[in-house]
């Protein structure tokens, strides 16, 4: 029985990448560590773990019926997570359709035997690894992004670090 590392993520496409990536660089650039491919780049939902391969389809059929109601995230800042040692930029604010997603999604964690965590949902999008300390960057710009889906990602541990793959919206 293979098992995959997964999680479910708001997954940006190219020109959102782009976007995002002209509104921080010129901050990130100033942080000491490790950059975050951008094509990496994710905002992360729900972590599932380890989950075995043939439970897959189940899961994407499950998640394939959560409904997802358009929202927007303004990034406007880039902060720093001491314990992990990494940059993220930072969503100024939660928005109400964004809370049902999360708390659906953890719903159907808990039917498959996960148990999400128990925290404070904060959306952000890491950029920078092994970071050194700074102290929190305003952007000179709101980065706004618009979703109506999301993904279920797979992360791969290589040579070279991690990469993610979406498997399916």
Do not use: C
Not at 88 to 101: D, G, K, R, Y
Not at 140 to 159: D, H, M, Y
């Amino acid at each position: 029985m293979k098992n995959k590392r997964v999680f479910f993520a708001l997954w940006p496409d190219h020109d959102q990448r782009e976007r995002l990536r002209d509104v921080i660089n010129s901050v990130a650039k100033t942080v000491e560590g490790r950059a975050v491919d951008r094509r990496n780049w994710h905002v992360t939902l729900a972590f599932v773990g380890d989950i075995p391969e043939e439970q897959l389809p189940d899961l994407l059929e499950r998640a394939g019926q959560i409904k997802v109601k358009p929202f927007r995230l303004s990034f406007d800042r880039l902060e720093f997570w001491p314990r992990a040692k990494v940059a993220w930029m930072a969503a100024a604010t939660v928005p109400a359709e964004l809370e049902a997603l999360i708390k659906d999604l953890h719903a159907l964690l808990q039917d498959f035997g996960v148990v999400p965590d128990d925290r404070t949902y904060r959306p952000h999008i890491t950029v920078v690894r092994n970071a050194r300390a700074f102290t929190t960057e305003r952007l000179a710009q709101r980065a706004t992004t618009e979703w109506s889906s999301f993904e279920l990602v797979e992360s791969v541990s290589g040579a070279g670090g991690v990469d993610y793959h979406p498997l399916k919206q």
